[in-house]
Nanobody, 113 residues
């Protein structure tokens, strides 16, 4: 059975940083593209960042230059380093094995003073 688990969310002040982690088990996710999405209540879920099997990354315009996605080579783990956070980044962040039905349960990020 496949499990996707995120961690690392929390409360941070504007301008601060957080690092999210996502680990998948039950699947050889090292051969899959993985991505981070976020969703605020009343808004659509949006793709924030992704990394393909070759390590090529992609970012939403709203986070370019501030967020960095990375993955452990050969492991089922992906990270999202978030810097210069602002209140508009407040959301629940979800990890997904792209191209599959597998999502994590989400981890909440709140940016507030």
């Amino acid at each position: 059975q496949v499990h996707v688990v995120e961690s690392g969310g929390g409360l941070v002040q504007p301008g601060g940083s957080l690092r999210l982690s996502c680990t998948a088990s039950g699947i050889t996710s090292s051969v899959l593209a993985m991505g981070w999405y976020r969703q605020d209540p009343g808004k659509q879920r949006e793709l924030v960042a992704s990394v393909d099997i070759g390590g090529t990354t992609s970012y939403a315009d709203s986070v370019k230059g501030r967020f960095t996605i990375s993955r452990d080579s050969g492991k089922a783990t992906v990270y999202l380093q978030m810097n210069s956070l602002n209140p508009e980044d407040t959301a629940v962040y979800f990890c997904r094995l792209l191209g599959t039905k597998y999502w994590g349960q989400g981890t909440r990020v709140t940016v507030s003073s």
